[in-house]
């Protein structure tokens, strides 16, 4: 099993925002996020069993980057064995569930 604890929005995020911004101050873009760079991303997130959003917008942004929700566990900045345990056993049992 594979977890990708996310800290931020994926690079496709920031890539839009970001371009929106130059653009609207008029001048060049200034990161170095490509869209190869946003491709190889989507990829890697896509290999992960699960991958950890600690805010809603992190997780609307997994989403709509191609994330399965069904692959994402929602956390926050900060660890709590307890709450991660009852998030993963809640997944746990509802795959089980399913495939009965």
Known sequence: MTVRKMINTPQSTVKRISDCAYSRITLPIGHR???????????????????CAPSALVEASLIKGGVSRDKLISTSFGWSPARSAREVEKRHNWEVASYA
């Not at 996020?33 to 991958?51: F, M, Y």
């Open 33 to 51: 996020i490509d869209a190869a760079a946003v491709e190889a991303e989507r990829r890697e997130l896509a290999l992960h069993d699960w991958n």
